[in-house]
C-alpha cells in the first residue's frame, strides 16, 4: 500500500523529467533510469508508468519497455493530487523556514497541524526526505535537519560544489556526451529567453540538470553522486532566497560558456571558469541569508 500511494508522484516526476528534457514521441523512459534518478525502488516507477499508458502519455512494447506516446508539449495536467501536494510541501516548508516547527514531530501531530490525511503526508513527506532535509525516525516520528536553515552549511555546499565539480572535468575518465550537450544548450537558451515567467521549480530543475550532466559525463559515480546529495540538500534553500532573477541572464550565459570551452577541449579553462562560476553564486546567494 505504501508503494501504490507514491504512483501520483512519481507520475508527476516522470511528466516533468519529460517536459524539462523536452522529450518528443517515441522516446524510451527506461524504467532502471528513472528509478535511480528519483531514488526509488524500480516498482513504483513501472506502476507510474502502467498508469499514464491508460492515459495515452505512455505506450508499452512488449520485451522493450515504455516509450513516449505524444511530445512532451502536448501532454495534459496530471489530475492526480499533486496540486494538493504541492500546497501541503509549501506549508512544511514556509514552517520549517519560519521557524515555527519543532525540530520533531510525529506523524499524527502534522496530520493535524496541517488537516491532511496520512497518505498525502506520506507522500509529501518522503519528497522532502528525497530532497534530504527530513529523515524519519524509528516508529513514526520525522526529524528536520539542522543544515536547512544554515547560513554557513549553505556557504560550504556551494564552496564543495565548486572543488568538486572542477576537478570533475579534469578527470582522465571525462568523455562529452554530445546529445547531453545539445540538449542542455537548448534549455539554457530557452530558460534564457523565458526565466521570468518560469516556476521555481523549472528554474532549479534546468540549473541542476546541467551541473549533473555534467557530472555523467565525468564517468564517476561518486563524483555524481555527491552532487546529486549536494542538490537535494540546497533545494529547499534555494527556493527561500530565489525571487530575484536578475542574475539569471548571467548564469544562462555562463553556462553556454562553459559548454564552449569543454567542447574546444580547453578543459583547465573550463574548470577553472565553472569553479568561479560557482563560487559567485554562491557569494551573492549567501549573503541573502538574515
Given at each position: 500500500m505504501a508503494r501504490a500511494s507514491l504512483s501520483p508522484q512519481i507520475m508527476a516526476r516522470i511528466v516533468e523529467h519529460v517536459r524539462q528534457t523536452d522529450m518528443k514521441a517515441g522516446q524510451h523512459l527506461p524504467a532502471q533510469a528513472l528509478a535511480d534518478s528519483f531514488k526509488v525502488s524500480r516498482q513504483p516507477i513501472v506502476s507510474a508508468l502502467k498508469k499514464l499508458q491508460q492515459m495515452g502519455i505512455v505506450e508499452a512494447a512488449p520485451n522493450r519497455g515504455y516509450f513516449l506516446a505524444c511530445d512532451a508539449d502536448t501532454i495534459p495536467d496530471l489530475d492526480c493530487d499533486a496540486a494538493g501536494d504541492d500546497v501541503l510541501y509549501d506549508r512544511i516548508a514556509a514552517d520549517t523556514l519560519g521557524g515555527r516547527l519543532p525540530e520533531r514531530l510525529s506523524e499524527n501531530e502534522l496530520m493535524r497541524l496541517y488537516g491532511v490525511t496520512r497518505g498525502r503526508l506520506l507522500?509529501?513527506?518522503?519528497?522532502?526526505?528525497?530532497?534530504?532535509?527530513?529523515?524519519?525516525?524509528?516508529?513514526?516520528?520525522?526529524?528536520?535537519?539542522?543544515?536547512?536553515?544554515?547560513?554557513?552549511?549553505?556557504?560550504?555546499?556551494?564552496?564543495?560544489?565548486?572543488?568538486?565539480?572542477?576537478?570533475?572535468?579534469?578527470?582522465?575518465?571525462?568523455?562529452?556526451?554530445?546529445?547531453?550537450?545539445?540538449?542542455?544548450?537548448?534549455?539554457?537558451?530557452?530558460?534564457?529567453?523565458?526565466y521570468g515567467g518560469?516556476?521555481?521549480?523549472?528554474?532549479?530543475?534546468?540549473?541542476?540538470?546541467?551541473?549533473?550532466?555534467?557530472?555523467?559525463?565525468?564517468?564517476?559515480?561518486?563524483?555524481?553522486?555527491?552532487?546529486?546529495?549536494?542538490?537535494?540538500?540546497?533545494?529547499?534553500?534555494?527556493?527561500?532566497?530565489?525571487?530575484?532573477?536578475?542574475?539569471?541572464?548571467?548564469?544562462?550565459?555562463?553556462?553556454?560558456?562553459?559548454?564552449?570551452?569543454?567542447e574546444d577541449r580547453d578543459m583547465q579553462a573550463a574548470a577553472t571558469f565553472l569553479y568561479r562560476h560557482i563560487r559567485e553564486a554562491g557569494n551573492i546567494k549567501s549573503a541573502l541569508f538574515t
Open positions: 507522500r509529501v513527506l518522503r519528497q522532502i526526505a528525497d530532497e534530504g532535509w527530513i529523515e524519519r525516525l524509528p516508529g513514526n516520528g520525522w526529524e528536520f535537519r539542522e543544515i536547512l536553515t544554515s547560513r554557513k552549511a549553505y556557504a560550504d555546499a556551494y564552496q564543495f560544489r565548486a572543488a568538486t565539480e572542477m576537478q570533475a572535468l579534469l578527470l582522465p575518465s571525462f568523455r562529452i556526451d554530445p546529445a547531453a550537450f545539445a540538449a542542455a544548450r537548448r534549455h539554457q537558451q530557452q530558460l534564457l529567453e523565458s518560469e516556476s521555481r521549480e523549472k528554474v532549479f530543475g534546468t540549473n541542476i540538470e546541467f551541473h549533473e550532466m555534467l557530472m555523467t559525463c565525468a564517468n564517476n559515480d561518486f563524483f555524481l553522486d555527491a552532487v546529486r546529495r549536494i542538490n537535494r540538500v540546497r533545494r529547499l534553500m534555494e527556493y527561500s532566497i530565489t525571487h530575484d532573477r536578475s542574475r539569471m541572464p548571467q548564469q544562462c550565459q555562463e553556462h553556454l560558456q562553459i559548454l564552449d570551452l569543454i
